[in-house]
């Protein structure tokens, strides 16, 4: 594992020290996350769009951290920072209630086997979790190449009474002006649809913080962490 030392990347202790994302960033803009940022073609050209927000880039794996920050630096943005650290962590023990005006996930691990599923992100358990992360209004981004998810995606956020569909379908394969991300080239150049799903967030409910279960990735809540 390399070390990553760049002015973008914040340790979880600097987080924990400065208190806020706010502090970080030295104001109080808007606050946008993405999960799964891999190498950050998304979040640079995000963030290029949306100078007056804020943007967290998270990923798992510190390559893709290393990489991103390389991104991010060669952008000459000052609106984005990186973390390596687990989505509901983050979620859970960091950005409260109303924190996030948008939340991004663009091609997250498929597990395509049957028996892999429930290794998925998006799940009920989780779409609690982003409620309550989200301020009223906010959105909820996610795509993915692999129908299976998309489809499933759709449906639980169409189902769902607390979120206004941005869409006329559950997904689309029409991406619009969305940012294309690298696994999203990927699977456009082989000539296979995106699922993409845009939500957002309807105003005046109380979302209780949501209890988490172990999950994959998810060493916490435990006593190891
Ligand atoms: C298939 S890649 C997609 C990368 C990028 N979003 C793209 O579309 O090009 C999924 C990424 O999500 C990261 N990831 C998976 N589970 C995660 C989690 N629970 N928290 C944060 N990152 C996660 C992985 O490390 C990986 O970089």
């Known amino acids: 594992m390399t070390l990553i030392n760049s002015p973008f990347f914040i340790p979880e202790a600097q ?3 400065a208190g806020s994302f706010a502090t970080l ?41 290393r990489q991103t920050c390389t991104r991010i630096e060669e952008s000459g943005l000052a609106n984005i920072l990186m973390m390596r650290i687990e989505a ?8 409260g209630r109303n924190s996030l005006s948008a939340l991004y996930i663009n091609c997250p691990d498929p597990w395509p086997k049957k028996r892999q599923r429930k290794r998925r992100l998006m799940n009920r358990e989780f779409i609690d979790l982003v409620l309550f992360c ?15 998810y ?13 979120f206004e569909n941005l869409q006329q379908q559950p997904y689309t394969h029409d991406l619009a002006d969305y940012p294309v991300s690298k696994y999203m080239r990927r699977f456009l150049d082989l000539g296979q649809p995106i699922y993409l799903c845009r939500y957002r967030k309807k105003p005046g409910l109380e979302i209780p913080l949501p209890q988490l279960n172990k999950g994959f990735r998810l060493r916490w809540p435990s006593e190891d962490h």
């Open 150 to 162: 998309g489809e499933s995606v759709g449906e639980l956020l169409s189902l769902d009474q607390r």
């Open 88 to 95: 509901r962590y983050l979620m859970h023990q960091y950005l």
């Open 134 to 148: 989200l301020k009223d209004g906010g959105e909820l981004n996610f795509s993915t190449d692999f129908a299976d």
């Open 25 to 65: 960033f030295g104001n109080d803009h808007p606050l946008a996350l993405e999960i799964g940022c891999g190498i950050g073609d998304f979040i640079v050209q995000i963030a290029a769009r949306h100078p007056e927000q804020n943007f967290i880039a998270i990923d798992i794996f510190n390559q893709g951290c």
């Open 15 to 17: 987080l924990k020290k």
